[in-house]
């Protein structure tokens, strides 16, 4: 297996590394159940998408 001749350098290292940064989850409120929610997903609270009821909520026994 080859291997690099040279060290690579803190400086090259971080450059490559550069694009690995975490991105913030962006969420917005619920217009319907005013709970915060992820963006073009149905609401987990209330079951909600753009305005449409589109999941049943779940009976507990």
Known sequence: MPVPKKKTSKSKRDMR???????????????????????????????????RKVTTEKEED
């Open 17 to 51: 590394r550069s694009h690995h940064a975490l991105t913030k989850t962006r969420s917005i409120i619920c217009s319907q159940c005013g709970e915060k929610k992820l963006l073009h997903q149905a609401c987990p609270s209330c079951g909600t998408y753009r305005g």
